[in-house]
């Protein structure tokens, strides 16, 4: 089947069966390697996506399902994904790096959902993402640090 | 360095395996002895195999190690960039192929900061000499004269300055100085050693942008997934392969045999596709009769038994002791007797193993995540019949090693099916696959009996301790454990013991046995470390001075090492960190603290972790790390490393375990092989000693003390004592 993807703002054409999952329609039909795979399982968040606002683990989520919808990947721009970047930059946050699309994916999600989370938010925000390296503590702080420059650039 | 040499463009490109324009100063390794080796590629200065400087002053560093998330590619270049005076801001990092010119690439063991620090800064320190001697000729002035400063040569007394790009042509005429005349920093004058520079891949990272193994892209590739053996070394009986061709997108599905080397492939059925999911879908879909082979019996429960039962007996006798420990424990005042258990691990990084290969008009090149680009060469010219002149291995950035990714089975794998299909190949591994045909964390029993006097001094200690051996892998029907697997804390501990006997035990490898992060390390450090803290509660003393008394006065244990066990530096390091944790002080409720001091990879690191356990679970709350690992060069990074060590090693003590049964490994995915998350992670706070010894391993020491200081702390909490791990198996998770 063809499906016409959103992704980022633009469109994809791909040829894919309907229950192919959207990782990999991402991946290896659209060309976008910033989203991974970890466990195809929706057990690590390394795939975590946003479809209309929305955090979805792409590796469980049909291709099918994602036609007219806006799927925003680690390749997209937003104005708290900036913030938090910058937050990530200066912590230095990752080690290998490869967990860090989908852990910032998920804290995009919790930074657009809740003005000022709690370390209690984080936690249930992100323990969907799964970090090897054990970058944990400096994504705790670096969100921290993110919700401040958010809310005072407001 | 004792040769020099010029490599034509064409050679430079091939070493290199890409394009490049601009000063390449180079540094043949060749065995152990580094050579010079000087690159014209006509536009760049590039003295030796690491530094290629354009005109544009853009500066290219090379490293020669595998960057997996222990930052050594930001840490080797800093130290190449911090004695050429060059400025961080026109610096890029990439990987070197695999290839004999760039010396041992083999990242593993925590050393490649320790063994090719020196060298890097010369390669910086010869290329910043050149471009004083270029700017001296071009102002006609003494060498003396000239400084270099952030990417400048100055003329002292002029004040004038040129650009380092400007430079490029006259430095490419200079002749290479030599080794003795190579004049390296002094620790004070660092710009970037020792301070905290960010990861040059950061923008990569929070991008999306940063290509690993997994992204690694070709015109008209094709896809692989590959179906092995639910028992490690058994065959294909038959399969059939019609409903896997019915999978759209599925190309093809052929056999593979085993190639049988330490690396060389498992063997089994493969599935090639136009896309990674086809081939998952059709890997699925096959059936197939496998023949279990040898090892199809393997029952890990069993196992257990079996080599707990063998610890409890005489082993064969290994070196490293002393006294008489009969004596010792007909003496004793008080005898403390106990037997610890650690599964098997595996290595679980967040990139599974994979690689593209492209096999072509005799040649071959491969993109790949891999810790040791020359085995992989080694690996893929010796399936292919062909000189390692003609493998090209492209290293990728690696989601995660842990040690994975030195064994470059995956590899040959991708080689394999290029050369069938005749088209570039990426072998991807599920999940599943890589947590079931690993190399794994071997599994152990240790018995350890201690004396102690009426002061409560340790008299004796008898350690037995039985492992299938990382050296099965390599020789078969090897049952009894390595001299370096015993040199990972068994028969080297610090300890100030006046008779001490150890043993090994029989045990017998039914899985692929490799290493993971901090190998032996981990196994030894948990029973050593919590039979030291029964030890302490038996002789009714504080942890804390029980572990400074056992290690004793302050000396320098003599041996072969280069870099012999200083007691004060370990004795240091766990001051600090019962320091920061305020050891002593009156804790909530259902809480309790434990520590850990262990010395491997010739650093330095305690562990104090306090604990709550209430209605049977376990939290980890804090956990205080000091390392000393020498002169550091990235400071930012070492604590990164720690923390991501305090990660690690939770992960192991509370959910990591691997069993087998009917050969086959048991876990498939991060459902039943858990990890830490966010909401277990505990506050980690880390100090790093300044130091000017010898910079030695950051990656891999941070592991060893965790499991034990949280098990001692635990102990302290619940005067339950855990001599088996994983913590989920006993009912605290
Ligand atoms: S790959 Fe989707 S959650 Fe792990
Ligand atoms: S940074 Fe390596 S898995 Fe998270």
């Known amino acids: ?154 | 360095m004792s040769s020099k040499n010029t490599v034509s463009r064409r050679n430079f490109v091939k070493i290199f395996g890409l394009a490049s324009s601009g000063l390449i100063l180079g540094c043949n390794f060749s065995g152990k002895t580094p050579k010079i080796v000087r690159i014209d590629d006509g536009i760049s200065f590039a003295p030796n195999l690491f530094v290629q400087l354009k005109k544009d002053g853009k500066l290219i560093l090379i490293s020669s190690r595998s960057e997996m998330g222990q930052g050594v590619k930001t840490s080797l270049a800093s130290a190449i960039a911090d004695e050429m005076e060059a400025d961080w801001n026109f610096v890029s990092v990439q990987h070197a192929t695999g290839n004999a010119a760039f010396g041992n690439q083999n990242t593993d063991g925590s050393r490649s900061v320790r063994t090719i620090l020196t060298p890097m800064r010369k390669m910086g320190a010869m290329a910043k000499m050149m471009l004083i001697s270029a700017a001296a000729k071009k102002w006609n002035v003494a060498e003396k004269e000239c400084v270099a400063e952030n990417h400048y040569i100055i003329n002292t007394k002029t004040k004038e300055k040129i650009f380092f790009g400007d430079l490029v042509e006259e430095a490419k005429k200079v002749s290479i100085p030599s080794d003795k005349n190579i004049q390296l920093k002094d620790k004070k004058d660092f710009k970037y050693i020792g301070k905290n520079l960010k990861s040059v891949d950061l923008h990569d990272f929070t991008h999306g942008t940063a290509i690993y193994g997994i992204d690694a892209r070709l015109p008209n590739m094709k896809f692989a997934a590959i179906a092995r053996c639910p028992s490690p070394f058994g065959t294909v009986t038959s399969f059939d392969k019609t409903e896997a061709l019915k999978i759209t997108g599925v190309i093809d599905v052929v056999a593979l045999d085993r190639v049988k080397r330490a690396f060389g492939m498992l063997g089994g059925v493969a599935v090639i596709a136009t896309n990674t999911w086809a081939a998952f879908q059709g890997k699925n879909n096959l059936e197939i009769t496998w023949n279990l082979g040898d090892n199809g019996n393997y029952d890990s429960k069993k196992y257990k038994q079996l080599i707990t039962d063998r610890v409890h007996k005489k082993g064969k006798i290994v070196p490293g002791g002393k006294g008489n420990i009969n004596k010792a424990f007909k003496n004793a005042d008080k005898t403390v007797e106990a037997t610890y258990y650690v599964p098997h691990l595996v290595h679980a990084p967040m990139e599974v193993p994979n690689a593209l290969a492209w096999v072509h008009d005799g040649k071959c090149e491969v993109w790949t995540s891999t810790q040791t680009p020359q085995r992989a060469r080694e690996e893929a010219a010796n399936y292919l019949g062909i000189d390692k002149e003609n493998v090209t291995i492209n290293v990728t950035l690696l989601g995660g090693g842990f040690g994975r990714k030195a064994k470059p089975d995956y590899v040959v794998e991708a080689v394999a099916l290029s050369k069938k299909m005749n088209a570039p190949v990426q072998v991807v591994w599920s999940r599943e696959d890589e947590m079931q045909h690993a190399y794994y964390h071997t599994v152990s029993a240790q018995y350890i009996k201690g004396s102690l006097d009426d002061k409560g001094k340790v008299t004796g200690w008898l350690h037995r301790t039985a492992f299938p051996s990382i050296t099965s892998t390599f020789k078969p029907l090897s049952d009894y454990g390595a001299g370096f697997e015993f040199a990972q804390g068994f028969n080297n501990h610090p300890f100030q013991i006046p008779n001490i006997h150890l043993e090994n035990a029989k045990a017998e490898a039914y899985v692929r046995i490799g290493w993971l992060r901090s190998v032996a390390h981990i196994y030894h450090s948990f029973g050593i470390n919590s039979f030291v803290d029964e030890l302490a509660a038996k002789a009714n003393k504080d942890p804390l001075l029980f572990n400074l008394e056992l290690i004793g006065n302050n000396r320098i244990r003599q041996g072969r090492s280069k870099y012999p066990l200083n007691t004060k530096r370990l004795k240091n390091v766990l001051n600090i960190a019962v320091k920061m944790a305020d050891w002593g002080k009156k804790l909530p409720d259902g809480h309790g603290i434990g520590l850990t001091v262990h010395y491997s990879f010739y650093s330095y690191v305690a562990s104090v972790v306090e604990v709550s356990v209430i209605n049977d679970k376990v939290k980890v709350h804090n956990i205080y790390t000091a390392i000393d690992c020498g002169l550091v060069l990235n400071k930012d990074n070492v604590i990164n490393q720690m923390e991501g060590a305090a990660l690690f090693g939770m992960s192991l003590t509370f959910y990591g375990e691997i069993t087998a049964k009917n050969g086959a490994i048991v876990q498939s995915n991060f459902h039943d092989y858990q990890m830490t998350r966010m909401k277990d992670a505990p506050t980690i706070e880390v100090t790093v000693v300044d130091s000017d010894e010898p910079a030695t391993g950051v990656g891999e020491p941070g592991v060893p003390p965790i499991a034990p200081a949280i098990c001692n702390a635990i102990f302290n909490a619940t005067g339950k004592r855990i001599r088996e791990l994983p913590l989920k198996n006993i009912g605290l998770v």
């Not at chain 1, 657009?112 to 936690?123: L, S, Y």
């Open chain 1, 1 to 154: 089947m063809k499906y016409t993807l959103s992704i980022n703002g633009k469109n994809h054409t791909v040829d894919a069966p309907e229950e192919m999952p959207l990782l990999w329609a991402i991946r290896d039909l659209a060309g976008l390697t910033g989203t991974k795979y970890g466990c195809g399982i929706a057990q690590c968040g390394a795939c975590s996506v946003l479809i209309d606002g929305r955090l979805v683990k792409s590796c469980s989520f049909s291709v099918s399902d994602a036609i007219n919808k806006e799927i925003f990947t680690i390749e997209g721009s937003s104005e708290t994904l900036e913030f938090l970047r910058q937050t990530w930059n200066d912590g230095n946050v990752p080690q290998c790096g490869y967990c860090q699309s989908g852990q910032l994916i998920a804290a995009t999600k919790l930074l657009d959902a809740v003005e000022k989370p709690t370390d209690k938010d984080i936690d249930d925000a992100m323990s969907g993402n799964i970090c090897r390296c054990g970058t944990y503590t400096r994504i705790r702080k670096a969100i921290h640090k993110a919700v401040a420059l958010k809310n005072n650039a407001i």
